[in-house]
């Protein structure tokens, strides 16, 4: 899924043609680009699709995540032009199951998911109208306000998830310090779930991916 996300992006790099600011534009009107010693505030609209690769349960089966839409903020500092540091914070509410165990389908309940990313990226043409990036970094998940899927499931827990995050994405410089962002990034994240007191557990590699579309404001 990933590898169709970067050759989508991709494709979006060679069919639109980067601009450059022009001296007939209106002042408040120049695209302004990236820039060294900048910040970038993006707002967008999150998909969340949980992959939950080499799951299994101790009743045998696989683990069940649901796929979710949820706002998100970030925060990006640029070191140099081309160099910048970013900081997301979203968080989504998923249904979790487990199918083909040894009781057949199990509802084991809902979770929350806070999953602050840091990441590190390089950017391409920071002063054209269309700046392509990539980046690397790494994505810390908590689990919260838990709730089990009663009367068969009364309590479940996760365990805290860590792993590296991979990513790309582009901005379009429309006007001013007003950009349009499409991002997307691949997040290897593994969790264990200890599900009636232990009596039940679990574990999946959730390995999210994370399709973004927003706005974004350069200060």
Known sequence: ?????????????LTVAPGYASAADPFDMIPVGKTAG???????????????????????????TTNQVAPEVDLS????????????????????S??????????VGSTYVLPPTLTLQYH????A?????????????????????????TKVGFDTAVGPTIQVGVDYNVTGHWFL????????LNTRARINGGTIRARTSLDPTVIGLGIGYRF
Not at 55 to 64: A, D, F, I, K, R
Not at 98 to 107: F, K, L, R, Y
Not at 124 to 127: E, I, L, Q, S
Request: a neutral charge; aromatic letters at 12%.
């Open 124 to 127: 391409f043409m920071p002063h």
């Open 38 to 64: 900048t910040f970038m505030v993006r707002l967008r609209a999150l998909g969340v699709l949980p992959e939950n690769k080499s799951s299994s349960t101790s009743l045998g089966g696989s683990v069940e």
């Open 77 to 96: 500092y640029f070191f140099t032009d081309h160099l910048a540091t970013e900081l997301i914070a979203a968080s989504t509410r998923h249904e979790v």
């Open 181 to 188: 962002n499409a991002d997307a990034k691949q997040m290897f």
């Open 1 to 13: 899924m990933f590898s169709r996300i970067i050759f989508l992006l991709a494709l979006s790099v």
């Open 129 to 153: 109208r269309l700046s392509p990036y990539v980046g690397a970094g790494v994505t810390v998940a908590w689990f919260y306000d838990t709730s089990p899927a009663r009367p068969t499931i």
């Open 98 to 107: 487990a199918s083909g165990t040894a009781i057949g389908h199990v509802d």
